[in-house]
């Protein structure tokens, strides 16, 4: 699914620059939903056993790559935030210290 996001430079506009929040929101859930859930199915086949041995190693690439796609979006998301400062402020509510 990650692959779908357009590569750029960092010359290049960031392909959410501009779409409003809620869209990205929208792309972010349904491009974070795709690599949890692989990772949550495998992780249960593992925790279960219930995979043969000659397995494990299909296993072991679908969490990597799952990862991977992961990583570039957060990666992605990094780049968004980074290219409007704004952002972070309204999406990280600010740090409050704790009651004692």
């Not at 299909?58 to 957060?74: F, G, T």
Request: glycine share 4%; no cysteine; net charge negative.
């Amino acid at each position: 699914m990650a692959e779908s996001q357009p590569q750029h430079t960092p010359k290049e506009p960031h392909p959410w620059a501009d779409l409003p929040s809620d869209k990205v929101l929208d792309i972010l859930a349904y491009e974070l939903y795709g690599p949890i859930s692989v990772i949550g199915n495998e992780v249960d086949r593992l925790s279960n056993g219930t995979f043969e041995d000659e397995e494990l190693p299909e296993l072991i690439e679908q969490l990597q790559e799952s990862i991977n796609q992961l990583s570039k979006i957060v990666v992605t998301l990094k780049r968004y935030t980074k290219a409007d400062p704004d952002l972070t402020t309204n999406i990280i509510p600010p740090a409050t210290p704790k009651d004692t």
